[in-house]
Structures are given as structure tokens and as C-alpha cells.
């Protein structure tokens, strides 16, 4: 494995600034290690090796002249394929738009490129972001690089395993009910939701409206920082862009890299830890709060007690919005058209009714399937109150006990994830048993407010990673990336090392 595909992405920025490499190399090591290992792995949907070797080219002049774009200028990336991207195939993982080339780009990814981010192709997910373990992608299942036979979270698990992977040393995410935050706990990276509206939704595929984020995944929570202040930030094109400036994020990274969380006052939420969750993960985050404590945080318990129905909320919410958000897809504008097929149309041409089934039972998977069946019916005659309407209620009461525990906390904190990576399979005829990989990280999306899951170590049963959840209050991202920072720290100092340098690198595969 090359050297440069090792290094953070503040690390190869201090080489380009220094002259010790360029960008044209870094990324080309990318792009050799996608070669190597990206078969088995299956992180990637596409590969645009032309338009990030000549994106690097470009970095590496304005380098030469002394006017990088930014500080992440030349630093090689991936992107989840359910963000647009002009001329290159954006399909969220489905049949349905299998071959489809945006005419425009995203706002986060016209930001990258602006930034001078070169982009080493789109990342795998389950389909239309629906799922938690990356194995309903239309295209086959991403591969968690710490144990191939295991899932790397979802919906965001090709991103998460390209980092892991060291295919790329940033990737971005979205976060509709956990997935960046979750696929991060399961592949020792990074992964930050940022507060809704801090980071534009324009050009992101939208599955939620209400729900939907995009976000960094990284390998650090300095790394982090930095791509996040590449893409946030107010964009008038989207009308739930919150027009402020971000905090500052990169310096809260920084502050915190010190390991002093001296007056910080960290509430653990009751009702997202205990029963439910696998031994081993709550026994890394009890870890994580014993270090914090000794770093000087004041821990208090605090208790919300409408958490416990959070999941069955975002269950009605989601699947109400994307059947109104995947209409659209009617086999008339874009994408898939499928011919009907059977002896009854020789009598007579289908109807535009015909050609929309057929194409929508082809081009859509069950997962999808299923979703906009539960959410057109909760949103039908007779039952949107029942359903929707209380749904919406129960979402305001998340909200207030975010609001009283903020009282009593600067952040909260729980593990990530239930449970450790599950084996590929394990869960996917049972939707209920997926659906509780959100459990801990549901609420944030359901508020609104930003959160961040940092690697928190290995579980004893099987050896895999774990992670934990920091939260804070509504543009208050900064409080996520001082502590994150901190904690980062201070466990790397107790495992001797980044969790990753004891990943078991591709079983089976040369490194």
C-alpha cells in the first residue's frame, strides 16, 4: 500500500503545502488502491479516473502559482452517488436511474470542486438511502475492509468503507437517520451529521426532506472539520439553507485535539443505552465516558423520555416523504422505461399508467417497495391523522427533550450503533431487526440538531469497531467537534495508535 494512501487528509495537505508530493500522485495512489482492492470491497459505483487525474493536474498548478483553491486543494475525495454530479452517472443505487448523467452539479459538490477536491467517483448505498447496511443497492453490497462477510452500515456504507478502506481519504455522506453516523461506528472512520440546513441539500437525491443531510466521513475529526467548512454554509437554491455563518469548526477541532475537556458538561442519555445494546459496544462506551470524566467533564445523566418512540416516528415520517419524493419517477422525464411485457399487449398499446408500473416493479427494490407502500398509506384518506399527523406530534416532543437536556448538558453522548458490523445477510429478510441499527441515531435527524460518531475501540466478542455518539444543540456543530476532537485523543492514546492501524486490512486481499 502506498504511503500516501495511509495519511490523513491535514497530512497530504502539509505535504502539498511543503512541496513533498502533488497532487497528481496522491490521487493516482487513490486511484491504484481503488484498483487493488475496491473488487471485493465494492465501495464504488463509479470510477472517474481521467476527470480527477485532470482536477489534480489542476491543483497542482495553482499550487505552483502560489493560489490553492483551499487548504484541502489537491486532496482526492469520493461522493455518495445520490449527490449530482455533472456528467458523471448518478444512480442512488438503483435500477431506476441506472445510466443517468446530471446536467448540473450538486451545491456541495460544486463546492468541492471549487475548493479543488478531486473526485474519484461516486459511492455505493442502499437504494434511494434506504437501509442501514448498504446490502439493498441495486448494484450488490458493499463490503465492510474489516471483515469482508460483514455489512459496513447504510445507507451511506460505500463511503464509509472507501475511507476504512484507504481508497480515499474523505469521502461525503448524507444522514437521513444515521447514515453516516452509523456506517463511521462500524468502520472505525469518522462520520458527522451536520445541523439541518448547515450544509446544502441542492442536487442531493432527496429520499426525506425533512430528514436528509449531507456530511463529512473521514478518518479523523480534524479531517472532518476541514471538508465541512469546504461544504457548509448558507446557498440561497435551497430553501431550508440556514443564513448564518458556520461556527468555527476547523479551530474547534483544534482546541480540542488537546484532550482537555475541563467545565464541559456531558449528559448520557438514559433511554440510548443499556438494554438492546450489545455488551461489548456498551462496554466501549462506558470507556469513553470513564476517560472523559477523567479529562475533566462534569457527566451527568439526563433522561428524554420520548427517545423510546423515536424510531416508530421517523418510520412514519420517512416513508410518507419519500413516496411523495419518488412520484417523480415515472419512466416519462428520465431514467428507466420499461415496455410491459405479455400476450394481452398485442391486443393493445400500454397505457402511460402501464409503462409507469411496469418500469416502477423492475426498477425499484423491495426495500423501496415496501416504504412507499407504508407511506402512502399513512399519508391516505382516513388514517393521515392516525399515522402522520401524530408521528409529527411525537417529532415536536423530541425536540423539547433535546431543549430540556441542553439545559442540563453543553453535549450529549451514546453509543453510535447497537451493535457491531452484523454479517452480510444477517438481517436483510427482516426489516424490524434492521430498522434498529437507528435506534441511537434517529433522534438527531428528527430534531435537526448535528452530531458525530467517533471510533471508540473494539468489542471483545468479535473484534470489531465500535463507536460513539456526540451531540449538541442547533448550529452549535463546534461543541461536536470539540469534544469529538478530545475524545479522539484521548482513546488513541489508550489503544497506543488510530483504530484503524489494527484493522485486519482486507482479509484475503494484499494491502
Known amino acids: 500500500m502506498s504511503g500516501l494512501t495511509r ?186 451529521k451536520p445541523t439541518y440546513g448547515g450544509v446544502s441539500r441542492y442536487g442531493l437525491v432527496a429520499l426525506a426532506n425533512s430528514l436528509d443531510q449531507a456530511g463529512p466521513v473521514t478518518r479523523t475529526v480534524l479531517d472532518a472539520a476541514l471538508l465541512h467548512e469546504v461544504i457548509g454554509g448558507h446557498d440561497p437554491r435551497d430553501s431550508t439553507s440556514i443564513d448564518q455563518p458556520l461556527p468555527p469548526l476547523v479551530q474547534a477541532a483544534r482546541e480540542g485535539a488537546s484532550g482537555d475537556l475541563t467545565g464541559v458538561r456531558i449528559g448520557v442519555v438514559k433511554e440510548l443505552t443499556g438494554e438492546g445494546y450489545q455488551a461489548g459496544v456498551q462496554a466501549r462506551f462506558d470507556e469513553a465516558v470513564d476517560v472523559m470524566v477523567k479529562a475533566g467533564a462534569d457527566v451527568v445523566e439526563v433522561s428524554c423520555p420520548t427517545f423510546v418512540h423515536a424510531l416508530a416516528t421517523y418510520y412514519l415520517i420517512l416513508p410518507a416523504e419519500a413516496s411523495s419524493n419518488l412520484a417523480k419517477f415515472d419512466a416519462m422525464r428520465y431514467g428507466l422505461r420499461v415496455w410491459p411485457e405479455g400476450p394481452e399487449w398485442s391486443e393493445r398499446a400500454p397505457s402511460a399508467e402501464d409503462v409507469m408500473r411496469a418500469t416502477r416493479d423492475r426498477g425499484f427494490g423491495d426495500e423501496v417497495k415496501r416504504r412507499i407502500i407504508l407511506g402512502t398509506y399513512a399519508l391516505s384518506s382516513g388514517y393521515y391523522d392516525a399515522y402522520y399527523g401524530q408521528a409529527q406530534k411525537v417529532r415536536t416532543l423530541v425536540s423539547r427533550d433535546f431543549a430540556a437536556a441542553f439545559e442540563q448538558a453543553d453535549v450529549l453522548v451514546s453509543p453510535t450503533a447497537p451493535t457491531t458490523a452484523f454479517k452480510i445477510g444477517e438481517k436483510v429478510d427482516d426489516p424490524l431487526a434492521m430498522y434498529l441499527n437507528d435506534l441511537a441515531t434517529i433522534p438527531a435527524n428528527l430534531s435537526g440538531v448535528p452530531g458525530i460518531s467517533v471510533p471508540s475501540g473494539l468489542a471483545e466478542e468479535d473484534g470489531l469497531p465500535t463507536g460513539v455518539q456526540v451531540l449538541a444543540p442547533a448550529m452549535a456543530d463546534d461543541r461536536v467537534y470539540r469534544v469529538g476532537a478530545a475524545l479522539e485523543t484521548l482513546l488513541v492514546d489508550r489503544w497506543g495508535g488510530p483504530l484503524l492501524d489494527r484493522a485486519p486490512q482486507l482479509k484475503g486481499v494484499s494491502a
Open 7 to 192: 495519511r490523513t487528509a491535514s497530512e497530504l495537505a502539509d505535504a502539498l503545502a511543503a512541496g513533498e508530493t502533488t497532487s497528481v500522485e496522491i490521487t493516482q495512489a487513490h486511484l491504484d488502491r481503488i484498483d487493488e482492492v475496491d473488487g471485493p470491497v465494492h465501495a464504488f459505483l463509479q470510477v472517474d479516473t481521467e476527470g480527477a487525474l485532470e482536477a489534480a493536474r489542476d491543483a497542482d498548478r495553482r499550487r505552483a502559482e502560489g493560489s490553492p483553491a483551499s487548504p484541502l486543494d489537491g486532496i482526492p475525495i469520493a461522493v455518495k452517488d445520490v449527490l449530482a454530479t455533472k456528467g458523471l452517472v448518478t444512480t442512488c443505487g438503483s435500477r431506476i436511474l441506472e445510466g443517468w448523467v446530471p446536467p448540473y452539479d450538486a451545491t456541495v459538490v460544486e463546492r468541492l470542486r471549487k475548493a479543488g477536491l478531486p473526485i474519484l467517483g461516486k459511492t455505493n448505498m442502499d437504494e434511494f438511502a434506504m437501509g442501514s447496511s448498504t446490502e439493498h443497492s441495486a448494484y450488490g453490497p458493499t463490503h465492510n475492509p474489516w471483515d469482508l462477510d460483514r455489512i459496513p452500515g447504510g445507507s451511506g456504507g460505500g463511503s464509509a468503507a472507501a475511507v476504512a478502506a484507504f481508497e480515499a481519504p474523505v469521502a461525503i455522506g448524507t444522514d437521513t437517520g444515521g447514515s453516516i453516523r452509523q456506517p463511521g461506528a462500524v468502520t472505525g472512520t469518522v462520520g458527522v
